[in-house]
């Protein structure tokens, strides 16, 4: 059965990995169909990151909470959705550490109200979807060998990861019991524009640049597979069009890296970019207390949607993260904007005097 695709609601679509799949998928040759972003404009949503497409007749941005019933149920109403893409979720693991409760009520229950909505609208439809987007981090801790199957049991560590691991088991629930047409694809660490300032790659970026420290948590040990948030659009792209329905599918950059030699290399490249002396940045690198119950190491298997479906990273890790720098290098007033408000009140309250130090990509 073909697809409909011709009115996909993306949630949380005004942030990291939403907009970048927005853009993404408007840039697709042959894509005609419409895009409905729905987000609550939380800290991590920010309107300028789809800001220069609010002309294209094919995107529409709904200020809209995933929680409130009554505004999902009229997204599916008023604008015929056919496809759900869902990447609304609270996502820092510190936040979740200092105030689980929104963790609990938007990645828990937001997901049941788009489900039950979905279910409402769709009834017997079969050429609909419901893709959600999750996490490695629901599979828990790796030792030094292996990698994340999709397989694998989940055995989540912190409450972020808990409530992820939550949704996926509703989603999949959902599947079993209503018959509602679902996919779910677990993402590793995404690094590239557009990254909210809270996370390693941006905030490590930018600490450089105004001569802040860098700081690493415990040791620097742990042990991340990044990928390349285009990369990652386009894996959620194939899924949509080519998964079938009830499958689940691990996305990673097979590309690990310990926390202290990716921010050495980081150094590198910003200096390379900046002209400023390499030293000059790693004399910045500070140690500092590490989380509560923080993993020791993620890694994605990503052979099943290879094998299956045909897709492959496109980029590298030096020509992704020379982009990387290259953006956030160039784009000072977005910077300004995610810094202002809620986002510098919280760091203020809860890093005073370190910074943020989290090593998550989502």
């Not at 990995?17 to 895009?35: C, D, Y």
């Not at 729905?38 to 800290?43: E, F, N, P």
């Not at 497409?53 to 941005?61: M, S």
């Not at 001569?211 to 042990?223: I, S």
């Amino acid at each position: 059965m073909e697809r409909s695709l011709e009115s996909i609601l993306v949630t949380g679509g005004s942030g990291f990995i939403g907009s970048n799949f927005i853009r993404h998928l408007l840039a697709q040759e042959g894509f005609s169909g419409r895009i409905v972003n729905a987000d609550a404009l939380t800290y991590a949503g920010n309107p300028l990151n789809l800001a220069d497409l609010q002309d294209d007749e094919r995107y529409t941005f709904i200020q809209a909470d995933i929680r409130d019933e009554e505004a999902v149920a009229r997204l599916f109403s008023e604008y015929e959705v056919d496809t759900v893409v869902h990447f609304a979720a609270e996502s820092h693991v510190d936040r979740s550490i200092f105030g689980p409760r929104d963790f609990i009520t938007t990645n828990v229950m937001g997901t049941f109200t788009l489900l039950e909505a979905a279910r409402e609208a769709w009834g017997d439809r079969p050429d609909v979807l419901f893709h959600h987007v999750s996490t490695d981090e629901v599979y828990g801790s790796l030792g030094d060998t292996g990698a994340f199957l999709e397989t694998t049991a989940y055995d989540p560590k912190s409450p972020y990861s808990a409530s992820k691991a939550g949704s996926d088991h509703l989603v999949r629930a959902w599947a079993h019991t209503f018959h509602l047409p679902v996919t779910i694809s677990n993402c590793s660490n995404n690094y590239g524009p557009y990254q909210f300032p809270e996370k390693l790659v941006p905030v490590m970026i930018l600490n450089m640049v105004e001569g802040k420290p860098l700081p690493v948590y415990g040791q620097g040990l742990n042990v991340r597979d990044w990928l390349y948030v285009g990369d990652h659009a386009q894996a959620i792209w194939t899924i949509l069009q080519h998964g079938p329905a009830g499958e689940t599918y691990n996305v990673g950059g097979e590309n690990e890296w310990r926390n202290i030699d990716l921010v050495k290399h980081l150094c590198d490249v910003v200096a390379k970019q900046t002209g400023e002396p390499e030293d000059d940045y790693l004399r910045l690198i500070t140690y500092v207390t590490d989380r509560p119950g923080h993993d020791h190491r993620y890694a994605i298997d990503c052979a099943k949607i290879k094998r299956e479906l045909g897709w492959r990273q496109a980029h590298d890790f030096p020509s992704g993260l020379s982009e990387t720098v290259a953006w956030y290098l160039a784009n000072t007033e977005w910077i300004a904007s995610v810094r202002s408000g809620e986002y510098r009140t919280w760091m203020e309250t809860n890093y005073a005097g370190r910074g943020s130090v989290n090593d998550h990509g989502r």
